[in-house]
């Protein structure tokens, strides 16, 4: 009977140090194999205060569009990339435009423009257009990029900045990037902030689920902030090692003990 009872206590034990051990963690887990998901559109971004934008014009005549890009000695033709140099375009990126706190961009020769709440798309025609009605130039192409797309990653995962070289960013890409949660984070609770029309707004989803194919904030925009959320039960990591310490020890204790009565009885 007492062997019984012995047993029954380092059965105990192994099970109780057993749930402190670390748990898996597992995107999307409701996706079925051979299953089509619908690929949601991505929103354009739209251009927000303190945006760091690099406009380059263009035409068949260079010269003619030197004068609007800002810094460089050299413009290029629509098509031909190999009129304007690398230091130019460094130039260009390293100046570029910064939309004040009313939304607007001094460019040359046209002067202030308004660009918050235009995609880059937008402005680009909107700058094209200005400069055909205006006359100075016939037919120029205009190209407009968004230099200093951000993303804040807090909580439960690597805590920094992403920067973004290109302007399409998913969060669970973001999350790949940033090292993935951790043990302590909720897969279930994951936040986004995202500045719109001058609030800030909070969603949050699940990336357990397909369903966060179809929220609002799986394209990430500029300046979002990422928040992983802990779980209710935070445990320190001073607590995690001291505890799983004294579960080993436990164990080897309750096995030795366990052993002494066998060879006893």
Not at 36 to 50: D, L, R, S, T, W
Not at 168 to 188: F, Q, S, Y
Request: charged fraction near 25%; hydrophobic fraction near 40%; aromatic fraction near 8%.
């Amino acid at each position: 009977m007492r062997k019984y009872c012995y047993l029954s206590v380092v059965c105990t034990a192994m099970l109780v140090t057993s749930c402190f051990g670390p748990k898996s963690i597992t995107y999307l887990e409701d996706m079925k194999e051979d299953r089509a998901y619908p690929v949601m559109e991505q929103q354009e971004i739209k251009i927000q205060q303190n945006d760091k934008l690099s406009i380059t014009v263009s035409a068949k005549n260079p010269e003619l569009a030197e004068p609007f890009n800002v810094g460089t000695g050299g413009t290029y033709r629509v098509g031909d990339n190999s009129n304007i140099s690398e230091s130019s375009a460094s130039v260009i990126k390293e100046k570029g435009y910064v939309v004040n706190e009313n939304g607007d961009i001094n460019f040359p020769v046209l002067g202030r423009i308004h660009a918050e709440g235009l995609t880059k798309l937008e402005l680009g025609e909107f700058i094209r257009k200005r400069l055909i009605e205006e006359g100075q130039l016939k037919e120029p192409f205009v190209s407009v990029e968004l230099l200093n797309l951000k993303i804040m990653m807090m909580g439960e995962t690597s805590v920094g900045i992403l920067s973004v070289d290109e302007s399409r960013i998913t969060l669970l890409e973001a999350l790949t990037r940033a090292g993935g949660i951790k043990d302590n984070g909720r897969m279930d609770k994951v936040g986004v902030i995202r500045e719109e029309d001058g609030v800030r707004r909070l969603m949050i989803t699940d990336v357990r689920s397909t369903a966060v194919f179809d929220s609002p904030c799986f394209y990430l925009q500029q300046n979002d902030i990422v928040y992983v959320y802990p779980k209710a039960t935070e445990v320190s990591r001073r607590f995690q090692s001291n505890w799983s310490m004294i579960s080993i020890l436990t164990s080897m204790s309750t096995l030795v003990l366990y052993a002494l009565l066998l060879n006893k009885n």
